[in-house]
């Protein structure tokens, strides 16, 4: 027991390991692990997209098509960071790839607001889309583990453009609740509008996390999961 007036020991809160301090074995274990995590996403997302999209326009909705076309962008997002690791220097390639995933994004944005657009001036009626349901739902099974494990490998990596995919996977869950509220909506009280509210709703989501994403923002709600794994010695 200290004695009076003498301070006990410290506790020394540790964080989360730095790039800098990673060993060579741990940093080649966690590169094979972003090429599992990107390779299993780029093949779930294209049978996503194909669905989403095909249900999407046998309904004209304009949240199922924004949603499926949301699962090309993280195709094209996974891929980009794919790219990145086969390169001899992943590091190097960092601020380039995080700004194709912003470019992405606003790619989504501009073409779900024009579509959804469309749908609120009565050009296009919205059906009923069951199999979109179901797809919306199997995302919001799927995901958050998904984007929660690549956000936990990109921060022990110190790679922001990994943080940044696993940031379009944290959208794609945000979309998926989006999108199957304003389906239930259609389905139960046949309201068309809210499809396109739903739509409208992604399109911000989208632009939002481009412009995060351009500026190199790769914050995250996991950082309070991440926060947890320091401990006291």
């Not at 996403?41 to 924004?66: C, P, Q, R």
């Not at 921060?155 to 922001?160: A, E, H, M, N």
């Amino acid at each position: 027991m200290p004695r009076s007036g003498v301070p006990g020991p410290r506790l020394l809160r540790v964080g989360p390991m730095s790039a800098a301090a990673l060993t060579e074995a741990r940093r080649t274990t966690l590169h094979r692990r972003v090429r599992f995590i990107v390779g299993f996403t780029i093949t779930y997302n294209v049978i996503e997209a194909i669905v989403a999209i095909w249900a999407g326009s046998m309904a004209s909705s304009a949240a199922l098509i924004g949603f499926g076309l949301d699962s090309i962008v993280e195709v094209l997002s996974a891929a980009a960071v794919a790219w990145q690791f086969t390169r001899k220097d992943p590091e190097r390639w960092e601020k380039a790839t995080v700004r194709a995933i912003g470019i992405a994004f606003f790619a989504l944005a501009a073409y779900v607001i024009i579509d959804a657009v469309l749908t609120l001036t009565g050009v296009e009626e919205v059906d009923h889309s069951p199999l979109g349901i179901g797809i919306a739902t199997l995302s919001l099974l799927v995901m958050p583990a998904l984007a929660w494990f690549e956000f936990r490998t990109g921060r022990q990596l110190g790679s922001r453009s990994v943080q940044a995919d696993a940031k379009q996977l944290l959208l794609c869950i945000y979309l998926s609740g989006t999108v199957l509220i304003g389906l239930l909506l259609n389905l139960l009280f046949g309201w068309m509008w809210a499809d396109s509210v739903a739509a409208l709703i992604v399109a911000g989501l989208a632009i939002r996390e481009g412009i995060e994403a351009w500026r190199g923002d790769v914050e995250s709600p996991f950082e309070v999961l991440g926060e947890l794994e320091t401990k006291d010695i």
